[in-house]
């Protein structure tokens, strides 16, 4: 692997690593609860971006990272990653020519099958989550959806990632 191509893969690398990152960010008890899916805003944004290096795989190993991070059931997050990489790959050529708004909706519906995938596999076990507010990452995610995409596109432009 050349040096140019460490360096370009490496601006992916970084780019998950800040979402993990920000994702493990101590925040107050009244934001906790509506903390966004930085992890999936990352994947799906690469999933868009470059579908033939980013795909499943990649969302399954962030998931199991994930899994890790939460204390959850090995495979919980891997799995549910993993779908919503599955579907943002069957059709990116659609989303990507989606206007801005209309990629956050389609962000809005991918994360919300990943909270839904993740509360069937709590619910199988018995840790159904005790109300509704278990939502709101879905929305917060969405709403920053339009902020990724830009920053994300911008650095993949500048560092010429392809």
Known sequence: ??????HKSGIILLSFAIAFALTMLPLPDWSEVGRPEWVSLVVIY????????????IAWIAGLLLDVVHGAILGQYALALALMAYFTLHFYQR??????WQQTLVVLMLVLSEQLMIIWIKGTIGEAPESRLYWIPSITTALLWPWTYHILRDLRRSFRVH
């Open 95 to 100: 989303i990507r020519i989606y206007r801005i």
């Open 46 to 57: 690469w999933c868009l971006a470059l579908p033939e290096r980013i795909g499943i795989g």
């Open 1 to 6: 692997m050349s040096a140019q191509m460490k």
